[in-house]
Each structure stands twice: as structure tokens, then as C-alpha cells.
């Protein structure tokens, strides 16, 4: 059965550009892009499709792929598809979009008659997403009806008891297992938005997780937090999103706002990472325990996949500036500052911030799930970047960018260049054939204070407000000009209320690392004394420590970004700790 469109769907405040209109700028962003897009682009559709074909008992080129993927690529399948499709649409990537639809094809020769996806529901529901994107992004009309006729196969296959999600280190099962199961919802809620057919909405209506949500739905301090699997619960909050969406229940949007306000304020590093050990943690100063114990502080492409879905949720139902914020933090901490997928399946996992000093490394089996949502989290930095209101334009991050639409019937581009966040100031630049009645908005990120703003030359009062976006509605003329000035500035961090003294050290929005090769000590700080009071600017983002006593050595803190592979660095430091010698 299906629905008019005009009756499924509750009511925006903000609209992403569904990754058409936005292009990168050179500048760090865009080669992270760049060079994502050669490697994912460069795998052999054979390699990936060997799995599926031999289970499938069809002749299987290709010499397969390893780690995860070695019997096949179903773990991540979908995110292939979702991402290739994503990213082609986004750069108008003819060849990318080919090889989106050529594995689909040869995928779903497959599946036979019946649709047997001979996948998990943890696998099964990635390829949800991709089958989506493909109608979505890569304009196939193959793909809902084949993801129509695997969903039968899924409705008669997976076991329905829902286990509980306190303990997700079992194994096995076979092709009913239903690990992660809460994260289902989202993808079929979106697929019965692009089609109408009920039987999406009725199936994602059988995994709402309701036991877990149901504790944000007043409050943003849930009853008990459990140390539960930290990526998949934040990704659930994805399928309360979309819940609110299809259903128009606001009950569902304040279960999204108050779990963002709980992760941001007992969860996150300040790198926006989180899930030490892959768990949430109780806020009693167990994050900041968290230092000590491990290794593996959070899942950098998984998590920032979830918290951009999350945050651009919010943003589309609320219009609230304050949501970019996480996406701020992750485009440089997180998601920016990880080591890029190799094509042999080399994979950057794990956020490593230990106090002993950490390390940028590659994850120990190639091709995990953190490989397909890197790529799909890369895509999405075109659908972040700006979002359209009725009445203009909202600026969310300051990145080297285009950006095209139509105000009132008329074509507008913004260009907006910058060298942000190693600069202080971003210029946007309108172009249109005619003056254009709108308002053109830009985020004012939560950490700043004295932000300036200036048309062509003269300043605008008053000054904006953290948080909130600076509105501006007036006549815009052709090749008018906005410079916005974000001062930047040195502040410490503590990573949870218990351990005050134990920081990071930020800038601006990006986060600060201390070079720990051999002889070096990490940066301390006695109280009272500011961290300019220790630290010299040496570059854009660079700082070195200084010293008294000359026969140490010289000390650096750069961007985390900055940081290669295998150097070691600190990241976070007990300010009051003295040498060990």
C-alpha cells in the first residue's frame, strides 16, 4: 500500500542541499575528499562482489577482500553503495556513479527470485541506506523494488526477540542475528518517505527502541547509563529522528535534543569522540578514568557518521544554530583529523588519547565497518556545510566552498573563501544577476566570543551571540561581501567535571597536540596561570612551550590534524603533573 507524499511527512525548519549545489574549494577538506574518492573509485567490483557470487554459487572473478570482508563484503556493502552514490552526486562524478550502479547490478543478480541477501540484520540494514541513496543520489529506479523484495526476505528471516543490548560482544548466529537491531528504523523510515509504500514504515516500526529512548524524552539525564555499545545507541537516535519525521510526534525530537545535550556534556572528548572501549560511561569521572585504561577512546568514522546524522537532524527540525557545533568539532578532531583509507583496506579505527601519549595507527583488521562510514562521513561534508530556510541562506561551517540555489526565483551563488581554522576570518561573496531580498545567516560557534561581522567594509552591529546564528535580512546586491572574524583563542578543556586539572588544550575549534617524540615532557601548567602565559605562536596553529631551563627540548603543540601516522602526541594533560626527573 502506499500514501500521497503531501501526508507523510512533518514539518522542517531547515532543508539540506541533498548533496546538489555545494562544491569544495581547494583547501584541506576538499583533498580529503579528493583522495577518498581515487581510493574508494580504484576498487575492483569484482574483489568487492566475490563473496556474493560464490554463495550464490555463480562464476566469482576477482580475488576477493580481506579482514572483515573475507567471506564477503556484506558488512559494509551498503555503505559502499551509500557513499559511492553520495559522493557522486555530490561532485557530478559520472564514472563514481557507474560504479555505484554496476555493483548494485552485480549484487543483485545475486539475491535471486526470493531476495536472499544472506546477510545479518547488522549487514542488512547498511544495505538499506545504500539501496536508499541509490534511488536517491544516483537516480536508479531498480532499487526500491529490489529493496522492497529483500525486505520480504528479511520480514520472514530475522528473529524478532530484540535482545538486549547491555553486553554486545556476542558472535554467531548466522544470517538471523539481530546485533544492533536498533539502529534499523532510520533507513526503512527514509525509504518509505521516497516511495510511499507502508510496508516500510510498518516493518521499521517494529524495531523502535523505546526502552532506550523512552529515558531522554523529559530530560537529558537518563535514569541509568549503561555501559552499552557507544556508536550503535548514538546511530539509534538516527531512527528517532526519522521517527519524528514520518509520525510528526515531538516526543521523538526532544528524546534527540536531550541525548545530544547528555553526550555533549558527559560523553565527548574534546575531539567530539566518544566511547571509550566502544562504551558510554557513566558520568561519575569514568571518561576521565578513560585516560588511564585504554587505548581505544572512540570509533572516529563510525562515531562521526552518527553525530553528523544526528546533528543535521536537529538542525533541519529546529533551525538551532548550537547543533553545528559537534559538527564543527569532528570536522576537524575526528573525522578530519583520521588517517585516510588505503586501498588495500587499511583503516583508521580508533581515536587514541591516552595520557602515557597516543598514536594514529590503522586498525588491525583491514576493511571494518569504520571503512564504509569513513566514506560516507567524507560525502557528507556537502550536506553540512550550508543548510536553505525559506527566507535565505544558514551558513554552518567556515570551509573553503560554493554554494547555488534559487532565492525567490533567482540564482544565487556564495563563494565563501577562507583559511579557516588556521585564519581568523572567512569572506562569503554573493553573485546573481539582480538585487535578492533574503537573510543570510551564519553560525556563531559556542566557544567564541567578540565575533565580527562587516559588509563591504563597515561593521554590522550588534554582535551575535554564541550559539545562535547572526542574522542578516536586506536587499543583497550583486558581488556584496561578508567577512566574519571568529577570533581565536587558548582554552583548556577538562575532560569531565572530576578531573578539572586533566585537559586538552584548544584553539579555537581545533584541538592541540604536543609532539611527545624522545625527551619530551607533556605541557603543565600551575594553577592560575593561563596557557598564554607559557605558550609562544609560532605559525597559524602552532605554539611552542616555553622553557626556562635550557637544556630541554624545544616543545611544539600543532593541530591534531596535523599529526601523521605513528608519531606519537598528547592530547590530554594532568596540568598540576610534575616530571618525573
Known amino acids: 500500500m502506499t500514501e500521497p507524499s503531501a501526508a507523510r511527512h512533518a514539518g522542517t525548519v531547515l532543508d539540506t542541499f541533498e548533496y546538489d549545489g555545494v562544491r569544495l574549494l581547494p583547501g584541506r577538506v576538499h583533498d580529503q575528499v579528493v583522495r577518498a574518492r581515487d581510493v574508494y573509485f580504484s576498487l575492483s567490483n569484482d574483489d568487492i562482489l566475490k563473496g556474493f557470487r560464490q554463495a550464490a554459487g555463480m562464476p566469482a572473478p576477482g580475488a576477493g577482500m580481506r579482514g572483515w570482508c573475507t567471506e564477503t563484503s556484506a558488512c559494509i556493502f551498503g555503505q559502499l553503495l551509500s557513499g559511492i552514490a553520495r559522493l557522486s552526486r555530490a561532485t557530478g562524478d559520472g564514472p563514481l556513479r557507474e560504479k555505484a550502479l554496476a555493483l548494485f547490478d552485480g549484487w543483485r543478480q545475486t539475491i535471486g527470485p526470493e531476495g536472499n541477501a544472506r546477510m545479518r540484520l547488522y549487514d542488512w540494514e547498511k544495505l538499506v541506506c545504500g ?103 548514538v546511530n539509534s537516535l538516527s531512527s528517532a529522528a526519522m521517527a519524528y519525521a514520518v509520525t510528526g510526534d515531538r516526543r521523538y525530537l526532544r528524546i534527540c535534543a536531550n541525548a545530544y545535550d547528555f553526550l555533549g556534556r558527559t560523553q565527548c572528548y574534546a575531539t567530539g569522540g566518544f566511547g571509550p572501549d566502544e562504551r558510554l560511561m557513566p558520568p561519575d569521572g569514568a571518561l576521565g578514568r578513560s585516560l588511564e585504561l585504554y587505548a581505544g577512546h572512540a570509533e572516529i568514522p563510525c562515531g562521526s557518521w552518527a553525530a553528523f546524522k544526528l546533528c543535521r537532524y536537529l538542525m533541519t527540525f529546529t533551525g538551532e544554530a548550537r547543533f553545528g557545533d559537534w559538527i564543527e568539532t569532528l570536522l576537524y578532531n575526528g573525522i578530519g583529523a583520521a588517517l585516510p583509507t588505503e586501498p588495500d583496506g587499511r583503516t583508521f579505527y580508533y581515536g587514541d588519547y591516552r595520557l602515557s601519549s597516543g598514536i594514529k595507527q590503522y586498525y588491525w583488521h583491514a576493511w571494518p565497518c569504520c571503512s564504509g562510514t569513513y566514506l560516507q562521513t567524507v560525502a557528507d561534508y556537502h550536506n553540512v556545510i550550508y543548510f536553505k530556510a525559506p527566507e535565505g541562506l544558514r551558513v554552518n561551517l567556515f570551509v573553503p566552498s560554493e554554494v547555488a540555489w534559487r532565492q525567490g526565483g533567482e540564482r544565487v551563488l556564495l563563494r565563501q573563501e577562507t583559511d579557516y581554522p588556521e585564519a581568523d576570518t572567512t569572506a562569503l561573496t554573493l553573485s546573481m544577476e539582480r538585487p535578492v531580498r533574503m537573510e543570510l545567516a551564519v553560525r556563531v560557534p559556542s566557544w567564541s566570543r567578540d565575533v565580527r561581522l562587516e559588509l563591504n567594509g ?90 626556562t631551563a635550557p637544556e630541554r627540548h624545544t616543545r611544539f603543540l600543532e593541530p591534531f590534524y596535523a599529526f601523521p601516522a605513528f608519531w606519537p602526541y598528547w592530547v590530554y594533560f594532568d596540568l598540576d603533573a610534575t616530571p618525573l626527573y
Open 458 to 547: 563597515t561593521r554590522l552591529d550588534p554582535a551575535p551571540r554564541p550559539g545562535e546564528w547572526a542574522r542578516i535580512e536586506r536587499e543583497w546586491q550583486p558581488r556584496d561581501r561578508l567577512t566574519v572574524t571568529i577570533p581565536r583563542r587558548l582554552r583548556t578543556v577538562p575532560v569531565d567535571p572530576q578531573h578539572p586539572r586533566r585537559a586538552a588544550l584548544l584553539w579555537g575549534p581545533v584541538v592541540l597536540a604536543q609532539d611527545e617524540a624522545c625527551c619530551r615532557r607533556p605541557l603543565a601548567l600551575d594553577p592560575g596561570v593561563e596557557p598564554e602565559q607559557r605558550l609562544v605562536r609560532e605559525g597559524p596553529a602552532r605554539f611552542r612551550i616555553r622553557d
Open 131 to 233: 539501496l536508499v541513496d541509490l534511488e536517491a543520489y544516483a537516480g536508479s529506479r531498480e532499487a526500491l523494488p529490489v529493496l522492497e523484495r529483500t525486505m520480504s526476505w528479511a520480514e520472514r528471516t530475522f528473529d524478532r526477540s530484540r535482545p538486549a543490548a547491555d553486553n554486545f560482544d556476542f558472535q554467531g548466529g548466522g544470517p538471523t542475528q539481530t546485533i544492533e537491531w536498533y539502529t534499523l528504523p532510520e533507513n526503512l523510515y527514509r525509504a518509505y518517505l521516497r516511495s510511499g509504500n507502508t510496508a516500510y514504515r510498518d516493518f521499521a516500526g517494529l524495531w523502535l527502541y523505546e526502552h532506550y529512548w523512552s529515558q531522554f524524552a523529559d530530560a537529558a539525564e537518563p535514569r541509568e547509563v549503561i555501559a552499552v555499545h557507544a556508536y550503535s545507541h
